[in-house]
């Protein structure tokens, strides 16, 4: 299986890079088509991961100041590599997210049959843009939702939040992302097509998630509790707070650990 990363040097990318270990990892802009065309027609790849595009630094604030940017690189380069892949027939994977939901569904959580009903940030309406779009296509969308590990990666949930004096209470889904790389393998590989949740089954609050860490890491660090509609109040974007089903991904019979496990495993690695 011949595999191509686009994105490959970004957060997520240098993971699907180590899972991938003989991945190409061209260096193009995925907006270009003629860059798109040299790669595919250079590279021949059999499968394409695209984990391209505008995340914005240091956080999604930044995409309302660059919304051209935002969306050639969220919108408009995923459907390129739509195109080109079509022509090519050649199997195409791209992170989606959870951040398009808001809320928990009547305690349901939102299945990937769910429309989106979070537009609050334009990152967020970029990624629901190129979810519908994709979904009417035979492309796997990966949706993950505030990836975390037991590392100290600026990225990962974890660190964002032993860095913050106030911490949200409620609860949302969350993705694990070593349980999240081997669960995209093991689709990648069985070629699955339509939307996934990619998050850890259970649910658990970001407050919940300091309070473990306060027991097993750092038994000195304080914090106090906000509701999300506090947050919206200092952020120029929303933020979303959101439950996911993950059914789906275990009706195929692919496990990710139950989220408070993966929780403690994280903070476990991280004490070290
Ligand atoms: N991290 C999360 O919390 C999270 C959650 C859910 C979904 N996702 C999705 O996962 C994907 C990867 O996110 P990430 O966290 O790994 O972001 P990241 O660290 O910002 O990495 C994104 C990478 O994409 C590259 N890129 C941006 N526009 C591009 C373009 N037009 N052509 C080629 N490369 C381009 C960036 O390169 P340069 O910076 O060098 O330009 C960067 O290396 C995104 O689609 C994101 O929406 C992320």
Redesign the pocket.
């Known amino acids: 299986m011949k595999v191509v990363i686009?994105?490959a040097?970004?957060?997520?990318?240098t993971y699907f890079s180590k899972v991938f270990e003989n991945a190409l990892t061209p260096r193009?802009?995925?907006?270009d088509v003629d860059q798109v065309i040299s790669a595919m027609e250079e590279l021949r790849p059999d499968v394409i991961i695209?984990?391209?595009?505008?995340?914005g630094?240091p956080n999604v604030d930044w995409c309302e100041d660059h919304k051209e940017e935002t969306l050639?690189?969220?919108v408009a380069?995923p459907i390129l590599l739509l195109n080109e892949c079509a022509k090519r027939g050649i199997y195409m994977a791209h992170?989606?997210?959870?951040?398009i939901y808001s809320g928990d569904n009547g305690g349901k959580g939102f299945s990937e049959e769910d429309p989106p009903n979070f537009s609050g940030s334009f990152?967020s309406r970029t990624?629901s843009w190129i979810d519908q779009i994709l979904k009417e296509f035979p492309v796997l969308v990966l949706?993950?939702?505030?990836?975390f590990d037991g590392t100290n990666e600026e990225?990962n949930l974890i660190t964002k939040l032993k860095n913050y004096n106030q911490i949200l209470d409620a609860q949302n889904s969350i993705t694990y992302i070593p349980d999240f790389l081997e669960a995209s393998k093991k689709l990648i590989e069985k070629r699955a097509t339509g939307l996934y949740n990619m998050v850890n089954p259970g649910t658990i609050s970001p407050y919940e998630i300091m309070e473990m860490y306060k027991e097993i890491v750092d038994p000195s660090k304080e914090f106090k509790p906000f509701k999300i509609d506090e947050l919206t109040e200092v952020t120029k974007a929303g933020r979303s707070s959101c439950v996911l089903d993950s059914s789906k991904l275990q009706g195929e019979g692919i496990k990710m650990k139950p989220v408070k496990e993966a929780v403690e495993e994280a903070l476990i690695a991280i004490k070290g």
């Open positions: 686009f994105g040097r970004g957060y997520l990318g193009i802009d995925i907006s695209n984990a391209a595009g505008r995340t630094r050639i690189s969220n380069g992170l989606g997210s959870g951040c990152y990624k949706r993950l939702r505030m990836p990225r």
